[in-house]
């Protein structure tokens, strides 16, 4: 299966400020068809993973513009320009390249 | 809006088989558009896809527990389940049931997800 691997996993950050999430991938993630299925998901707590990007870069309906996603390859980054109070939660990269699909581990993102 | 609710027993025996039904509302689960599927998440092991299965009736297990694992629709009432079987402490997690696109690769959305316990 691919691990993907993500750091750090709990990163404080300070209301305001930007924060970056990095993803690294077992194997390269371009996908026969030319295309990179590396997802990004946000879970607050008490919820169920929402959507937030696909294929690297795409914000899902509804996502801030502060969201963005970049990388290639095997590796990927998620970053929130000014983090506000409601970004509290655990983010997750997955891959759909590869089956199984599989999930990083996890960030956690809170308040310093 | 589609909408998803997960509903079954939350404590299951060892060696007994899990089993649970996502029922679907503001959609069809007899639509083209999606795949319907499986995911649990614990905290040993995080995340994990247990599979998803197509409205022709095709189905797609993680190879991790393609012996134990079982999907299928209910189409009369517009619901999907799961079945594990021969269940131990490892299988003990939340598990969601969500859509699968299979253009875009990713999962969601997602029900509330209910937590199955395994213990005698």
């Known amino acids: 299966d691919v691990v993907m691997t993500q750091s750090p996993l709990s990163l404080p950050v300070t209301l305001g400020q930007p924060a970056s999430i990095s993803c690294r991938s077992s194997q390269g993630l371009v996908h026969s068809d030319g295309n990179t299925y590396l997802n990004w998901f946000q879970q607050r707590p008490g919820q169920s993973p929402r959507r937030l990007i696909h294929r690297v870069s795409n914000r899902d309906s509804g996502v801030p513009d502060r969201f963005s996603g970049s990388g290639s390859g095997a590796d990927f980054a998620l970053k929130i320009s000014r983090v506000e109070a409601e970004d509290i939660g655990v983010y997750y990269c997955?891959?759909?390249?590869?089956?199984?699909?599989?999930f990083g581990q996890g960030t956690k993102l809170e308040i310093k | 809006q589609l909408q998803l609710q997960e509903s079954g027993p939350g404590l299951v025996k060892p060696s007994e088989t899990l089993s649970l039904t996502c029922t679907v509302s503001?959609?069809?689960?007899?639509?083209?558009?999606?795949?319907w599927a499986w995911i649990r998440q614990s905290p040993g092991k995080g995340l994990e896809v247990i599979g998803s299965m197509y409205y022709s009736g095709s189905t797609y297990y993680n190879p991790s527990l393609r012996n134990r694992v079982s999907i299928s629709a209910d189409t009369s009432r517009n619901q999907f389940s799961l079945k594990l079987s021969s269940v131990t402490a490892a299988d003990t997690a939340i598990y969601y049931c969500?859509?699968?696109?299979?253009?875009?690769?990713?999962?969601?959305?997602w029900g509330q997800g209910i937590l199955v316990t395994v213990s005698s």
């Open positions: 969500g859509t699968y696109s299979d253009y875009l690769k990713w999962y969601g959305p």
């Open positions: 997955m891959q759909g390249t590869h089956w199984p699909h599989t």
């Open positions: 503001g959609g069809s689960i007899r639509s083209s558009t999606y795949y």
